[in-house]
T-cell receptor
Framework: AQTVTQSQPEMSVQEAETVTLSCTYD???????LFWYKQPPSRQMILVIR??????QNATENRFSVNFQKAAKSFSLKISDSQLGDTAMYFCAFMKRHGSSNTGKLIFGQGTTLQVKP | DVKVTQSSRYLVKRTGEKVFLECVQD?????MFWYRQDPGLGLRLIYFSYDVKMKEKGDIPEGYSVSREKKERFSLILESASTNQTSMYLC?????????FGPGTRLTVT
């Protein structure tokens, strides 16, 4: 069975600085996706970034980037130039891939609450 | 714009009541999911559905059932609510890669 672990329950960062959220996972699968989702206070969960395991290049989306270490089963999220609107709970998630499709079943970590301070 | 709605944001029910949580999507997605979210545990999958009238148990199905009579609607049923089912319940649909979430229902069972 797959597991996802986020070992930092809470983090804080000053506005405009950089912060890294950690995530490790355990799987025997070779074909899968990894995700970071963001859940702002009292608002809906949204996708931040996606990484496909067969791609060596780390995914980036504007100020958000990942450090994907497949052998180490590590998937950290770096937020550059932090903004007040980045304050949220962040979840790391794993999805197994079957052939050309995916299972749709996400395995989530425990979450990290990030506070961006002015 | 993608839209997933849930029938209630907050709900308070008594122990033993039958509870219905409704989720509606307007994206014509086949896969829909129900999760519960608890502090320190993240999100855990209760049930999912990959087509009308098709359902499959997730990781924590005990005490829950689901119904999917129409593609756009996926209901979670608590047959006899208990205090340990007090939680945040999130519905989601599956795009090609991404899951789209509803706003959540915070259920309190007293």
């Amino acid at each position: 069975a797959q597991t996802v672990t986020q070992s930092q329950p809470e983090m804080s960062v000053q506005e405009a600085e950089t912060v890294t959220l950690s995530c490790t996972y355990d799987t025997s699968e070779n074909n899968y996706y990894l995700f970071w989702y963001k859940q702002p206070p009292s608002r809906q969960m949204i996708l931040v970034i996606r990484q496909e395991a067969y791609k060596q290049q780390n995914a980036t989306e504007n100020r958000f980037s990942v450090n994907f270490q497949k052998a180490a089963k590590s998937f950290s999220l770096k937020i550059s130039d932090s903004q007040l609107g980045d304050t949220a709970m962040y979840f790391c998630a794993f999805m197994k891939r079957h052939g050309s499709s995916n299972t749709g079943k996400l395995i989530f970590g425990q979450g990290t609450t990030l506070q961006v301070k002015p | 714009d993608v839209k997933v709605t849930q029938s209630s944001r907050y709900l308070v029910k008594r122990t033993g009541e039958k509870v219905f949580l409704e989720c509606v999507q307007d994206m014509d997605h086949e896969n829909m999911f129900w999760y519960r979210q608890d502090p320190g545990l993240g999100l855990r999958l209760i049930y999912f559905s990959y087509d009308v009238k098709m359902k499959e148990k997730g990781d924590i199905p005990e005490g829950y059932s689901v119904s999917r009579e129409k593609k756009e609607r996926f209901s979670l049923i608590l047959e006899s609510a208990s205090t340990n089912q007090t939680s945040m319940y999130l519905c989601a649909t599956q795009g090609h890669y991404e899951q789209y979430f509803g706003p959540g229902t915070r259920l309190t069972v007293t």
